[in-house]
């Protein structure tokens, strides 16, 4: 069974900075994608970044170029998404995810192609 499980949110104050982690257990595959995306309340999942597993392939979202990084410690299983200059319009539930096959790509930033999701983490950035 595949589980994910995300950590590291909190309340900080805008320009601040937070360190994201999605520990990932189950997988039995090594062409493996890990998407975090972010949602706040009656808004649609974003999504933010994609990272291959095996190779260390990127994705970013516009509003995560240049202030956020995705990173992976693979003997870990663990991925990193490091937040600076954090805004309030980053304020949201962060969701880690993970498929098969998938090639970060624009296209890679679609909720509809990961099956496999943690339960969230909430970040608050206040002005």
């Known amino acids: 069974e595949v589980q994910l499980v995300e950590s590291g949110g909190g309340l900080v104050q805008a320009g601040e900075s937070l360190r994201l982690s999605c520990a990932a257990s189950?997988?039995?595959?090594?062409?493996?994608?890990i998407g975090w995306f972010r949602q706040v309340p009656g808004k649609e999942r974003e999504g933010v970044v994609c990272i291959k597993t095996s190779g260390g392939t990127t994705y970013y979202a516009d509003s995560a170029k240049g202030r956020f990084t995705v990173s992976r410690d693979n003997a870990k299983n663990t991925v990193y998404l490091q937040m600076n200059s954090l805004k309030p319009e980053d304020t949201a539930v962060y969701y880690c995810?993970?498929?098969?096959?998938?090639?970060?790509?624009?296209?890679?930033?679609?909720?509809?192609?990961?099956?496999?999701w943690g339960q969230g983490t909430q970040v608050t950035v206040s002005s």
């Open positions: 995810a993970a498929g098969r096959y998938i090639n970060c790509t624009p296209y890679s930033l679609s909720r509809h192609l990961y099956p496999y």
């Open positions: 189950g997988f039995t595959a090594d062409d493996e994608a």
